[in-house]
């Protein structure tokens, strides 16, 4: 049965008034987290309530006191609050056992330090093969797991749009705002990034598909980071809105290169620029030894060893690294320490986990036989 305000019994009102919900504004920004979390639209937490739907709706995008002007709306808050206490979502888990703490994934968690603390903007690039997606997929769950939610992700199609990439945003971000009204969408996204306690920093996992003319898409990402800005901050970094991550392939970085005159606006605004070389030889080792060994490293033959790089090597024919120290070089570029400018030769992560988890069975099998 759906209750209205006015027709709450007083046993209700009491029940409710003991519901330990917090005011109406921060109540709307939790609630609309826990139904993110969830996977939960307005009508289903409407009907989990016992609740109108346009009432939940006007309630979760912060309308309710203005089209029910006299209305106690802590009623209607703490209902809503009981409702999500009754169904609590699962708590965010951390990164899977198989996710390797490679050189690769230490860059993208610097970058995103940076990012949340500065404010700041950085462009990751890298071949297919580095995990780049799964790697910031676990920093994610590990920064969640933490008990924090200021890293949103969102994963840009192959054919983005203004609109779309602002819906994506706007569900990754728990706003309630269902629309297909472009100013409508930044508005909510600047009134949710600012209520929060910390200034959240935005993911773009394949970002390349934004390089794309005429980059409306990418420009929309640009206005959304300049209008959750403050002018008038005391400090300077905390005038350049919300954290950005644009990650991708080198395609990303290569697209900004190309169209730097008509993407003008970008080139005081990127701070970081990182080009991942992916795991070398002596990491995949290391990494194959510390998995594979009962508290220390395992020792490893030269012929296991040359099964494990066998079993986890690749190319990167875009990108040119020195031959002895590894760092990325351009065409025709010496490097300092005299090493010679080829193609990257580097190890997959995932191969690497995948012939770390043969290894394993086999080993268990074998103490089975035994």
Same mark, same amino acid.
């Given at each position: 049965?759906?209750?209205?305000?006015?027709?709450?019994?007083?046993?209700?009102?009491?029940?409710?008034?003991? #519901?330990?919900?917090?005011?109406?504004?921060?109540?709307?920004?939790?609630?609309?987290?826990?139904? #993110? @979390?969830?996977?939960?639209?307005?009508?289903?937490?409407?009907?989990?309530?016992?609740?109108?739907?346009?009432?939940?709706?006007?309630?979760?995008?912060?309308?309710?006191?203005?089209?029910?002007?006299? +209305?106690?709306?802590?009623?209607?808050?703490?209902?809503?609050?009981?409702?999500?206490?009754?169904?609590?979502?699962?708590?965010?888990?951390?990164?899977?056992? /198989?996710?390797?703490?490679?050189?690769?994934?230490?860059?993208?968690?610097?970058?995103?330090? +940076?990012?949340?603390?500065?404010?700041?903007?950085? #462009?990751?690039? *890298?071949?297919?093969?580095?995990?780049?997606?799964?790697?910031?997929?676990?920093?994610?769950?590990?920064?969640?797991?933490?008990?924090?939610?200021?890293?949103?992700?969102?994963?840009?199609?192959?054919?983005?749009?203004?609109?779309?990439?602002?819906?994506?945003?706007?569900?990754?971000?728990?706003?309630?705002?269902?629309?297909?009204?472009?100013?409508?969408?930044?508005?909510?996204?600047?009134?949710?990034?600012?209520?929060?306690?910390?200034?959240?920093?935005?993911?773009?996992?394949?970002?390349?598909?934004?390089? /794309?003319?005429?980059?409306?898409?990418?420009?929309?990402?640009?206005?959304?980071?300049?209008? +959750?800005?403050?002018?008038?901050?005391?400090?300077?970094?905390?005038?350049?809105?919300?954290?950005?991550?644009?990650? *991708?392939?080198?395609?990303?970085?290569?697209?900004?290169? @190309?169209?730097?005159?008509?993407?003008?606006?970008?080139?005081?605004?990127?701070?970081?620029?990182?080009?991942? +070389?992916?795991?070398?030889?002596?990491?995949?080792?290391?990494?194959?030894?510390?998995?594979?060994?009962?508290?220390?490293?395992?020792?490893?033959?030269?012929?296991?060893?040359?099964?494990?790089? /066998?079993?986890? @090597?690749?190319?990167?024919?875009?990108?040119?690294?020195?031959?002895?120290?590894?760092?990325?070089?351009?065409?025709?570029?010496?490097?300092?320490?005299?090493?010679?400018?080829?193609?990257?030769?580097?190890?997959?992560?995932?191969?690497?986990?995948?012939?770390?988890?043969?290894?394993?069975?086999?080993?268990?099998?074998?103490?089975?036989?035994?």
């Amino acid at each position: 049965m759906k209750l209205k305000g006015s027709s709450y019994s007083e046993e209700v009102r009491a029940r409710l008034a003991a #519901v330990p919900a917090p005011d109406y504004p921060q109540a709307v920004l939790e609630i609309n987290r826990w139904m #993110v @979390r969830r996977g939960l639209p307005a009508a289903a937490l409407a009907e989990l309530a016992g609740l109108g739907r346009s009432t939940v709706n006007q309630w979760c995008q912060g309308l309710y006191p203005k089209f029910h002007q006299g +209305t106690d709306v802590s009623l209607l808050t703490a209902r809503l609050w009981e409702a999500m206490l009754a169904h609590p979502a699962p708590a965010p888990a951390g990164p899977p056992e /198989r996710f390797l703490a490679t050189h690769n994934a230490e860059e993208i968690r610097r970058a995103l330090t +940076t990012c949340l603390r500065q404010h700041a903007c950085a #462009v990751v690039h *890298g071949a297919p093969a580095e995990e780049k997606t799964f790697s910031v997929k676990c920093l994610v769950a590990e920064h969640q797991a933490a008990g924090r939610d200021d890293l949103l992700y969102v994963y840009a199609p192959a054919d983005p749009s203004p609109l779309g990439m602002l819906q994506r945003i706007c569900a990754a971000a728990g706003t309630a705002l269902r629309s297909n009204l472009r100013f409508a969408l930044i508005q909510s996204l600047i009134e949710n990034f600012r209520q929060r306690e910390r200034m959240p920093t935005l993911i773009v996992d394949e970002a390349q598909h934004l390089l /794309r003319a005429p980059f409306d898409a990418l420009e929309t990402i640009r206005e959304l980071r300049d209008l +959750t800005g403050n002018d008038l901050a005391e400090r300077r970094q905390d005038s350049y809105g919300c954290g950005l991550l644009l990650i *991708g392939s080198h395609e990303l970085y290569a697209q900004f290169e @190309r169209n730097k005159f008509l993407l003008g606006q970008w080139r005081d605004r990127i701070q970081i620029k990182r080009q991942l +070389t992916g795991m070398d030889e002596t990491e995949a080792l290391e990494i194959a030894a510390r998995e594979l060994g009962n508290g220390r490293p395992a020792r490893l033959g030269e012929e296991l060893k040359r099964e494990i790089l /066998r079993a986890a @090597r690749e190319v990167d024919p875009h990108t040119l690294a020195c031959g002895k120290c590894r760092k990325a070089l351009n065409a025709g570029e010496a490097c300092s320490c005299g090493g010679q400018a080829k193609p990257c030769v580097f190890h997959s992560p995932r191969k690497l986990s995948i012939w770390i988890d043969r290894a394993r069975e086999k080993r268990a099998a074998q103490r089975g036989a035994a």
